[in-house]
């Protein structure tokens, strides 16, 4: 009997050995210290005009993803709310407006980003605000396509738009920074920090430079001026990791931008993988999204590549995509100020984990096991490791977590057929202060000491349908904001304008900027502003416009990008021109390199309304002023065979378009 026993208890334990590796211990403790202060993970609004098809959803869709984002124990219960400072200029999938097209201008209600903060700070009245511009207006720079040759104009104008924020909405912002992922420069932040300083905004922090790791670093490390001025070191992209020489600085180190990955599984893979290793391995206590929500067109540069998407306001169909589940994994069982726990690290069978308390007995574990193969981030690239398929993990509680004796669970299972988002389970035993579990690969725990019921989400949104025609917009309003909705500004800003002395042009909507500004990328000589479907090709384009001053104007279709690429757009672009020779043209691209056809009307052009319209039909082209036919085209080779509508204007001039339409060519 004796020997029997003896003899199936060795027999057991080889058998356990041999199917089972010895789960690996972790230790989870206080005593020894905390580590750092977690201070949120966040969302990217703009950067550009990310948000921008958002603002136009109807009721009761806009409050409800809204909600997914913003409201606490819901959705993804975003912690920081980043927005970019307008600049009037391109800035990755449009241009957002400023809030100084001059230096004597000044209105804090332009765009959607002012809308979306307070929206945000409705339902989370703790969320932080981060501001960053892009670009800036010309003025700025004094004749110089560059914001510090005069540091305190620059200054100036981002701490107006900081008092703008309180004195109109009421909101305090956290964090503003210097020049999105531009060269920085010492004399600016300080000047920036002084002018912060001297305007009682003491308390607003300053990110720098929201760009790279190495010259900021090297610069706080010889400048304690600069030091004292600079709160938090923002890089983007930083794919996990931040060099010694950042550390070394003391600095609160950030991911300020990150993401920017499709958000099907392998971005929401990305994103777990990454919210945990950029503290993991590169110390880094927030980490931001590019984009908050992917509310642009999907034939603009990175499309979905946004926490969710939602960019059919025509028909309220919204995708709460995985990355909202996962961002909730962290922000809805903890809150800034927590702090990270020592000791939080790598899962020996691949993945990590890191811990996080509140001081007390709070205590929230998140672990992830994202594969090499589907949690690659767009970039930067993701050099091999390895996963273990199921891997055994215990985690030891000590010091003030020592008699914890239970911890609810919370799972997602981004990859493979039975995907499983934010399911809560059963709450896992501890024992001893002691538990083990299955870390199984690409799946997502979080092991919390906070209590909360399921969020309770809404029906499904509305089925996806195509942009609805025939379209027309006669910019009567009601707005929602100062852009016409639908309409996606590419170079230029185009804004809803009310003349009240006009009987039949009374509202209209206007290029309102003259001066080109200080630009982030490549903005076009003219511009333009773009709406619909990318697979528009059989359409008729027309609208009413009047040249105000000089230069001319444009109707397009088949417009076939925008984005920072936006300078070598091509489609059927009839122009309307201030010019004794020929006065209107029609060209397959927007800097008219390529003219398909042009002529003289009797018409003045400056100061008049004039109806364009375009027909195009498989190879024909045909283009109308005022109901006269002045070209029509046919078996015409076009570099460009679909795209959206556009409107626009030749270089910075100032015009109004009405009556809008667009339908099915007949
Ligand atoms: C997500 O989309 C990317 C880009 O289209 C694709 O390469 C990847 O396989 C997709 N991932 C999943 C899990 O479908
Ligand atoms: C855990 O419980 C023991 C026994 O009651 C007690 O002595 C100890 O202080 C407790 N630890 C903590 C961190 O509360
Ligand atoms: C500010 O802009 C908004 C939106 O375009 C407009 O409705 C409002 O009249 C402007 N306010 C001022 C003072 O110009
Ligand atoms: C157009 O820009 C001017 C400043 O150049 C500004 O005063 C005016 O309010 C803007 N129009 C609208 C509708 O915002
Ligand atoms: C406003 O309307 C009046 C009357 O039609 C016109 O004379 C004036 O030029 C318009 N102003 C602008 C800026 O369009
Ligand atoms: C708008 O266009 C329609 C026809 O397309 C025309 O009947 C109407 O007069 C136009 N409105 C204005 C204000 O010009
Ligand atoms: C355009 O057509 C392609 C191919 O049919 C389709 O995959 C895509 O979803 C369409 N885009 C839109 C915006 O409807
Ligand atoms: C051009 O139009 C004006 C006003 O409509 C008219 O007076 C003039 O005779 C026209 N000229 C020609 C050459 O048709
Ligand atoms: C556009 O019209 C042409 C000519 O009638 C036709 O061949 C083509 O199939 C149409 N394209 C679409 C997308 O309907």
Redesign the pocket.
Known sequence: MASYVKHGVAFLFILAVLSTPAASVYTLTDSGGLGARFDGVGGLSGGGATSRLLVSYPEPYRSQILDYLFKPNFGAALQILKVEIGGDAQSTDGSEPSHM??AA?R?YT?GYEWWLMREAKKRNPAVRLYALPWAFPGWVGGGEAFPYHRPETTAGYIVDWILGAKSVHNLDIDYVGIWNERIHDVTYIKTLRKTLDDNKLGHVNIVAPDGGWVQISKDIMADPELAAAVDVIGSHYPGTHSPPMAQQTGKTLWSSEDFSTINNGTGASCWARILNQNYVNGHMTSTIAWNLIASYYDDLPFPRSGLMTANQPWSGHYEVSDPIWVTAHTTHFTSPGWQYLKGVGHLDGGGSYVALTDGKEGLTIVIEAMTHQYSQCVRPLLPPYEVKPGQAATFQLGGAFENITRLHVWYSKLIGDRTVHFQSQDDKIVSGGKFSMEVAENCLYTLTTVKEAPPKIYPKSPASAPFPLPYKDKFDGPADS?EAPYFADQTGVF???VNESSSDHSHTL?Q?ITERPIVWCNDADSTISVIGDYNWSNVTVSCDLMVESGGGAFVAARVDRGGCGVSQARGVFFWLLEDDANNWAVSSDIDRNDILGQGKVNATIVGQWHKLSIFAKGDSIAGSLNGKVLFDITDVELPSKKGFAAIGTLGLQKVQFDNFSVDKAK
């Open positions: 097209h001059s201008d209105n332009r100062s804004e809803l304008y206007r309102n």
